[in-house]
Nanobody
Framework: QVHLVESGGGLVTAGDSLTLSCTAS????????MSWFRQAPGKEREFVAV????????QFAPSVAGRFTVSRDNAKNKVDLQMNNLKPEDTATYFC??????????????WGQGTQVTVSS
């Protein structure tokens, strides 16, 4: 049974920073590209960021580019989403997902349960 567990969410004020982590129980973590998605109330789930298998490539949604960074530690089976200069519109439940393909439009093999991020103005 594979588990992806997100952590680090919380309530912050606009302009603050927050780091989300996702730990995966994947035996071959480095064989998976790791992505972050978010879903705000009443809205569809949207892509946030993806990091390649070794971490040498990343892609970001235009709405977060320049503010968010993504990194991974394959030795710890962990991927982090560093979120800076947070805005109220970043409020959402954030999910991590694992895929054997790298990119924005790929099939995702596993999903986490999500962690809530709330940004007050």
């Amino acid at each position: 049974q594979v588990h992806l567990v997100e952590s680090g969410g919380g309530l912050v004020t606009a302009g603050d920073s927050l780091t989300l982590s996702c730990t995966a129980s994947l035996r071959t973590f480095s064989n998976y590209a790791m992505s972050w998605f978010r879903q705000a109330p009443g809205k569809e789930r949207e892509f946030v960021a993806v990091i390649s298998f070794s971490g040498d490539a990343q892609q970001f949604a235009p709405s977060v580019a320049g503010r968010f960074t993504v990194s991974r530690d394959n030795a710890k089976n962990k991927v982090d989403l560093q979120m800076n200069n947070l805005k109220p519109e970043d409020t959402a439940t954030y999910f991590c997902a694992a895929s054997q393909d790298y990119g924005k439009r790929v099939r995702y093999d596993y999903w986490g349960q999500g962690t809530q991020v709330t940004v007050s103005s």
